[in-house]
């Protein structure tokens, strides 16, 4: 999971996971050793429990953020049209995903057999 992510993110869950594993293989020599219920065993559960949460909030938090990074990008369609507003009449757009921004905003059909178009 922690691979796809950016470096701050992926060193954060990386870390958690760290010490989940660390908590856990405590949590589990204490329990073979027949001190599942001491003092000592409910701490490292509580502190187990605790890392848990916070490493699968960090993980929703990092998914998050991934898609919105992958599929969310405002400035650039928000750019193309007003470049595509903006161009003097008779320039070529060399996108078609120019004029489908285009299209999209001014509810104008456009042909979308061709890469390349004129404003006229």
């Known amino acids: ?4 992510l ?3 993110h992926k060193a954060e869950i990386l870390a958690l996971c760290d010490e989940v594993d660390i908590l856990s293989r405590q949590l589990g020599d204490l ?5 599942g219920n001491s003092e000592h065993a409910q701490a490292i559960a509580r502190n187990l429990s605790q890392k848990l949460y916070e ?3 960090r993980i929703q938090n990092a998914v998050v953020n991934r898609v919105v990074e992958d599929f969310i990008d405002v400035n650039t369609p928000l750019k193309l049209f007003t470049d595509a507003v903006l161009a003097p009449e008779g320039i070529l757009i060399l996108s078609r995903s120019i004029v489908r921004i285009f299209s999209f905003f001014t509810g104008n059909a456009y042909p979308d057999n061709n890469i390349y178009y004129f404003i006229t």
């Open 55 to 57: 490493l699968k909030t």
């Open 1 to 4: 999971m922690a691979e796809g």
């Open 31 to 35: 329990c073979r050793a027949g001190q």
């Open 6 to 8: 950016p470096g701050a």
